[in-house]
C-alpha cells in the first residue's frame, strides 16, 4: 500500500474546495451588460447567487423600474435591483435561478456560465425559447 505525505493528502483533499471556490470566484464581481446600459455586481448570497443593479450607465434610460407589471414596484429606483436571483452551482455553471430585464419589466429562468474568454453567459428562458447574452467583467478598482 502506498503512502502519501501530509502535504500531498491536503493538497489533494483541498482541490475540490478549491475548484468550486474558484468557479463561485469566475463570476463573483461587476458585470457590463450586453448592451453596454447597466452594471450587475454578482454575489454570494447563502448557498445561491444573485446579482443587483449597481449602475445605470444609459443616459435616456429611466430611474424608476416603471415596466414592472407590479404597479406598487414601478417607483423604486433601478439602481439596487435584483437582476439575478436563486442561482445553483450546476455541472455548467450556475442555473436554477431568474434574470430579470427590467426594459421588459419580465422575469425568465436563467442560467449564467463563464466562457473562455472571460466573458459571462446569461441565459434567461421562456417554455423552451432561451437566448443568451454576454457580459463583460469590470475590473475592480483598487484602493
Same mark, same amino acid.
Given at each position: 500500500?502506498?503512502? $502519501? ?7 489533494? @483533499?483541498?482541490?475540490? +474546495? ?8 469566475? %463570476? ?7 448592451? *453596454? @446600459?447597466?452594471? %450587475?455586481? $454578482?454575489? /454570494? ?8 443593479? +449597481? ?5 435616456? @434610460? ?16 433601478? +439602481?439596487?435591483?435584483?437582476? =439575478? ?11 436554477? *435561478?431568474? %434574470? ?10 436563467? /442560467?449564467?456560465? =463563464? @466562457? ?9 428562458? +421562456? =417554455? ?16
Amino acid at each position: 500500500m502506498k503512502r $502519501i505525505s501530509m502535504a500531498a493528502a491536503c493538497a489533494l @483533499a483541498c482541490m475540490g +474546495v478549491s475548484q468550486t471556490a474558484r468557479a463561485q470566484s469566475g %463570476v463573483l464581481g461587476r458585470w457590463l451588460t450586453d448592451d *453596454g @446600459a447597466g452594471v %450587475v455586481k $454578482i454575489e /454570494s448570497c447563502g448557498r445561491t447567487l444573485c446579482g443587483k443593479l +449597481v449602475s445605470v450607465r444609459d443616459p435616456k @434610460a429611466p430611474d424608476r423600474d416603471i415596466n414592472n407589471p407590479d404597479p406598487d414596484k414601478r417607483q423604486r429606483p433601478l +439602481v439596487g435591483i435584483s437582476i =439575478l436571483t436563486g442561482l445553483v452551482r450546476d455541472d455548467d455553471g450556475w442555473g436554477d *435561478g431568474r %434574470v430579470y430585464d427590467p426594459k421588459a419589466g419580465r422575469s425568465y429562468r436563467a /442560467s449564467i456560465s =463563464l @466562457a473562455e474568454d472571460g466573458r459571462l453567459d446569461v441565459t434567461g428562458c +421562456v =417554455l423552451f425559447l432561451c437566448r443568451t447574452k454576454h457580459w463583460t467583467r469590470l475590473e475592480e478598482k483598487s484602493g
